[in-house]
Nanobody, 115 residues
Framework: QVQVVESGGGLVQAGGSLRLSCSIS????????MSWHRQAPGKERELVAG???????NYADSVKGRFAISRDHAMKTSYLQMESLKPEDTAVYYC?????????WGQGTQVTVSS
């Protein structure tokens, strides 16, 4: 069974940093795109950062210059480096991977930024 698993969330003070990881397991195929999304309480899920194989990363305006998405060469692991965190970055962060046309979501990891 193919799974997408996030890790690295936690509690951090405003101005701090966190690095989230997303790993694909149970698949012999690599992802063709991986992206990070977040959902704050009472709000819709939104795209934070995304990267397709061979493509340039794209970011939500609210995180440009602070967050950076990267991946391993095999496109089975993605990272989201988050710097200068703000209380408004508090949300559950989800990883999505597109594998052979199917989009798979992880279970999410909580990021809480205290002021």
């Amino acid at each position: 069974q193919v799974q997408v698993v996030e890790s690295g969330g936690g509690l951090v003070q405003a101005g701090g940093s966190l690095r989230l990881s997303c790993s694909i397991s149970g698949s012999i195929y690599s992802a063709t795109a991986m992206s990070w999304h977040r959902q704050a309480p009472g709000k819709e899920r939104e795209l934070v950062a995304g990267m397709a194989s061979g493509g340039m990363p794209n970011y939500a305006d609210s995180v440009k210059g602070r967050f950076a998405i990267s991946r391993d060469h095999a496109m089975k692991t993605s990272y989201l480096q988050m710097e200068s965190l703000k209380p408004e970055d508090t949300a559950v962060y989800y990883c999505k991977a597109r594998i052979r046309g199917a989009e798979l979501w992880g279970q999410g990891t909580q990021v809480t930024v205290s002021s």
